[in-house]
C-alpha cells in the first residue's frame, strides 16, 4: 500500500544545531507539504512544493528550508535550531492541483529543542 | 482574517447521541473545498470527509455527514451515535482552488464522549 512515512520519530536536539527531518511518500503525489502542530494554534504551514525543483513558502517558514530533488521525498531543515521550534512535525502529500483533494499526513515527527 | 474558523475549543458528549462541530470558513474563491480531519491521541491525522464549493447535497460518510452552507460560509460535521473511539480533536481545513491549492486548518475542537 502506498504510505507517506516520517523520520525520526522523536528527535531532541540542542540549541543552534542543524536538523533535518525525513518525509516520503509512495504515492507519487506532486504536492508536498510541511506542518507545525503547536497547541492553540492548530496546524501551520511551514513550506510546501508542487513538484520537484518547486519550493515555496508558508505562513511560518523563517528558521525553516526544504529542497525537493525528487518526488518522493521532501526533507526539512531546521538551519539552527531554537527552543521556540520545539513542536510536532506533520508531512502531507496530496494529488494534482484541485480543489477536491485530501491531504494524506504522515505519523508525525515531535521535536524537542534543548 | 482567519480562513477557517472553530469557536469551540472543547465539547462533551454522550455515548450514543449526536454531536455537532461548527466551522466557518472565510473564502473569496468561488472554487474550494472544506474538509474535516481527526486527530486521536495517537496523534496521527485520520482524513473524514470532503465538501466541494459547488456540491448541492450535503456530504455523508457512514456516521460523519457535513451540513453545509455556502450562504453563512458554514461547513459543521455532524457525528451521529457518537461512540468512545470519537474522542479526539477534530479540525476543519479549506483548499482554495486559486491560491496555490495551499491547506489552511482552523485550530481543532476537542471532542470527549462520555460512557
Known amino acids: 500500500d502506498a504510505e507517506i512515512t516520517q523520520s525520526p520519530r522523536h528527535k531532541i536536539t540542542e540549541t543552534g544545531r542543524q536538523v533535518t527531518l525525513a518525509c516520503h511518500q509512495t504515492w507519487n503525489h506532486n504536492n508536498m507539504f510541511w506542518y507545525r502542530q503547536d497547541l492553540g494554534h492548530g496546524l501551520r504551514l511551514i513550506h510546501y512544493?508542487?513538484?520537484?525543483?518547486?519550493?515555496n513558502k508558508g505562513e511560518v517558514s523563517d528558521g525553516y528550508s526544504v529542497s525537493r530533488s525528487n518526488t518522493e521525498d521532501l526533507p526539512l531543515t531546521l538551519e539552527s535550531a531554537a527552543s521556540s521550534q520545539t513542536s510536532v512535525y506533520f508531512c502531507a502529500s496530496s494529488r494534482s492541483a484541485s480543489s477536491y483533494n485530501e491531504q494524506f499526513f504522515g505519523p508525525g515527527t515531535r521535536l524537542t529543542v534543548l | 482574517a482567519q480562513k477557517i474558523t472553530q469557536t469551540q475549543p472543547g465539547m462533551f458528549v454522550q455515548e450514543k447521541e449526536a454531536v455537532t462541530l461548527d466551522c466557518t470558513y472565510d473564502?473569496?474563491?468561488?472554487?474550494?473545498?472544506l474538509f474535516w480531519y481527526k486527530q486521536p491521541s495517537s496523534g496521527e491525522m485520520i482524513f473524514l470527509i470532503y465538501q466541494g464549493s459547488y456540491d448541492q447535497q450535503n456530504a455523508t460518510e457512514g456516521r460523519y455527514s457535513l451540513n453545509f452552507q455556502k450562504a453563512r460560509k458554514s461547513a459543521n460535521l455532524v457525528i451521529s451515535a457518537s461512540q468512545l473511539g470519537d474522542s479526539a480533536m477534530y479540525f476543519c481545513a479549506m483548499r482554495e482552488l486559486g491560491t496555490g491549492n495551499q491547506f489552511y486548518f482552523g485550530t481543532g475542537t476537542s471532542l470527549t464522549v462520555i460512557p
Open positions: 512544493s508542487y513538484g520537484v525543483q518547486d519550493t
Open positions: 473564502t473569496s474563491d468561488p472554487s474550494y473545498g
